[in-house]
T-cell receptor, first 114, second 114 residues
Framework: AQTVTQSQPEMSVQEAETVTLSCTYD???????LFWYKQPPSRQMILVIR??????QNATENRFSVNFQKAAKSFSLKISDSQLGDTAMYFC???????????FGTGTRLKVLA | ETGVTQTPRHLVMGMTNKKSLKCEQH?????MYWYKQSAKKPLELMFV???????ENNSVPSRFSPECPNSSHLFLHLHTLQPEDSALYLC?????????????FGSGTRLTVV
C-alpha cells in the first residue's frame, strides 16, 4: 500500500528561526512526484514546493527547501527565517507518474511564535 | 475571478435535508476533484472528473452525488447525510487528470450534519 507518514502532529518555532517538518512515504514505484502543501486558517491549500523523484538535487523555493532521500523514502521540509504567516497545517503528498491519485499525509500543524 | 471558488463556505444541514456544494474554476483546467478532509486523517479522494466525464468514484456512498455540467463547474449534491459526514469538503482542479504539477484548491465548504 502507498502511504505517507507525518510523525509530528504539532510543532512550534520562534519567529526568524528554522524548523524542519518530517515526512516519510512508501511506494514501490520509481517515478513519482513529491509535494508539500500549506493550509493556513483560510483553509485554501497552497502548493509550497515540488520535487521530482528522478532528480537528486533538492528543490528550493525562497525560504522553503527540502531534504529528499529517495533510498530512505524521506522528504522533509525546512523553513528558514520563519514568519508569522507560516503558521498553518502542512501536508506532505506524492503522486505516481502517469496516475491521478495523490497520497496525502495527516498533516503537521505548525505555529510560529512571535 | 481567478482560482478555485467554493460556495457556500459553511453549511449546516439536518440529516433529512438536501443541499448542494458548488465549485467553480476559470483556470482553463480540464480535471476537477472532490476531496473530504477530516481531522487527523489524510485527505480522501471522492470523485474525479476529466473533461466532464467521471473517471473515479472512490467507493463513496450514494448519498453523495456529483455533477459536472462543464469543465468549469463541479457540484456535490447531498441528501440524507449522517453526522459522520461532517467534514471540510475541498474542490481542486488541474490542467490534466495526471497532475504532476499539483492541484489548485478551493477554500472548502465546512459541512456540519446535525
Amino acid at each position: 500500500a502507498q502511504t505517507v507518514t507525518q510523525s509530528q502532529p504539532e510543532m512550534s518555532v520562534q519567529e526568524a528561526e528554522t524548523v524542519t517538518l518530517s515526512c516519510t512515504y512508501d511506494t514501490s514505484e520509481n517515478n513519482y512526484y513529491l509535494f508539500w502543501y500549506k493550509q493556513p486558517p483560510s483553509r485554501q491549500m497552497i502548493l509550497v514546493i515540488r520535487q521530482e523523484a528522478y532528480k537528486q538535487q533538492n528543490a528550493t523555493e525562497n525560504r522553503f527547501s527540502v531534504n529528499f532521500q529517495k533510498a530512505a523514502k524521506s522528504f522533509s521540509l525546512k523553513i528558514s527565517d520563519s514568519q508569522l504567516g507560516d503558521t498553518a497545517m502542512y501536508f506532505c503528498a506524492f503522486i505516481v507518474s502517469g496516475t491521478y491519485k495523490y497520497i496525502f499525509g495527516t498533516g503537521t500543524r505548525l505555529k510560529v511564535l512571535a | 475571478e481567478t482560482g478555485v471558488t467554493q460556495t457556500p463556505r459553511h453549511l449546516v444541514m439536518g440529516m433529512t435535508n438536501k443541499k448542494s456544494l458548488k465549485c467553480e474554476q476559470h483556470l482553463g483546467h480540464n480535471a476537477m476533484y472532490w476531496y473530504k478532509q477530516s481531522a487527523k486523517k489524510p485527505l480522501e479522494l471522492m470523485f474525479v472528473y476529466n473533461f466532464k466525464e467521471q473517471t473515479e468514484n472512490n467507493s463513496v456512498p450514494s448519498r453523495f452525488s456529483p455533477e459536472c455540467p462543464n469543465s468549469s463547474h463541479l457540484f456535490l449534491h447531498l441528501h440524507t447525510l449522517q453526522p459522520e459526514d461532517s467534514a471540510l469538503y475541498l474542490c481542486a482542479s488541474s490542467q490534466v487528470q495526471e497532475a504532476p504539477y499539483g492541484y489548485t484548491f478551493g477554500s472548502g465548504t465546512r459541512l456540519t450534519v446535525v
